[in-house]
């Protein structure tokens, strides 16, 4: 059982990791078994959260109107992170998300990782479900902020722990680390022609223009001019 690793966790505006975005990322960093470092940070995504994943995670529009440039926060957390092993409950989902974004920025992100809920479908067949929140339940694992991102985080650091515990010496094979795999699908940069439109449509309807217009793919700036005609309407001298 691994000592030194980064647990993580991401509150996003949605499931697909193409089309939806990272709204907060929480992680913590252990080394020989303590924490030593934390990492908590919200990112303002190009669409509105919607009323469903407020209700889900507590995280409104307003939390995330005056968060750091998206660049910047995934800059630095990759600086956090380092070459440490990953940690995650359902790890692929959340990997998926940090290597489109980590690749959108020009960092590598090839990491080994280990995979809680894999662990606990292994070892508790007997559980109805093996959702964080049911494990955390099982293990008396007190998580007051349950679908916040570094508290998420902490909990499956613990949730690992106990596992280990029980766990480790039947099944060591579920404690060792493995590549993590995605490729994201390459995508363009956003043309100038859509950039300029989408700087006059923001300064028609008064809405501020994407911090990161310069870094957005033809993709992101096609679904955001949709969101602001859809909300908002067409400039009336079109």
Partial sequence: MIKTYVAFDLETTGLSEERDSIIEIGAVKVTDGKVTDRFMEFLKPAEEISPMITQITGITNEMVAHARNTKEVIDDFMGFCGEEVLLGHNILFDYKFMK??????????ERRGIDTLKIARKVHK???SRSLEALCVHYQIKNDAAHRAYHD??????????LGHYFEEKEPNLF??????????????????QKRYL????????????????AMTRS????????????SGRMDLE
């Fill in 153 to 162: 985080a902490l909990a499956t650091a613990k949730l690992y722990h106990c």
């Fill in 199 to 214: 700087e006059k449509l923001c300064g028609w309807h008064r809405i501020a223009v994407p911090e990161d217009l310069e």
């Fill in 220 to 231: 992101e700036a096609s679904r955001f001019i949709d969101r602001v005609i859809a909300k």
């Fill in 100 to 109: 489109r974004y980590a690749c959108k920025y020009q960092h590598s992100f």
């Fill in 176 to 193: 060792v680390p493995e590549p993590l795999f995605y490729q994201p699908r390459k995508e363009q940069p956003a043309t100038e022609k």
């Fill in 126 to 128: 007997d559980l109805e």
